[in-house]
Nanobody, 126 residues
């Protein structure tokens, strides 16, 4: 069973930076597809960034140029470096994974993922 555990969230002022981490366990092979999503109560969950096993990646327009998704294959950790944070980036951030080939990847759509973490809160104040 694949398990995902996020960390690194917190409270920062606008313009600041945070790095989120997602530790993956229960799967010893390279994951086919991984992504970061965020959710604000009352809104739909939004895809933020995604990376494929071969390192192809995509970003939501709202975070392009500010966020960077990366992964450490040896340690099975997914990262999201978030710079120039804005109040509208405030949300619960989730990592997601699809271990094996199938569907689209990289992808910002929830239905392309099979496993989810519990989330880490990011709060950006103005």
């Amino acid at each position: 069973q694949v398990q995902l555990v996020e960390s690194g969230g917190g409270s920062v002022q606008a313009g600041g930076s945070l790095r989120l981490s997602c530790v993956v366990s229960g799967y010893t092979y390279g994951l086919y597809c991984m992504g970061w999503f965020r959710h604000v109560p009352g809104k739909e969950r939004e895809g933020v960034a995604s990376v494929m096993r071969d390192s192809r990646r995509i970003y939501a327009d709202s975070v392009k140029g500010r966020f960077t998704i990366s992964k450490d294959n040896a340690k099975n950790i997914l990262y999201l470096q978030m710079n120039s944070l804005k109040p509208e980036d405030t949300a619960m951030y989730y990592c997601a994974a699809k271990p094996v080939y199938g569907g689209s990847c990289p992808s910002l759509y929830e239905y392309d993922y099979d496993y989810w973490g519990q989330g880490t809160q990011v709060t950006v104040s103005s």
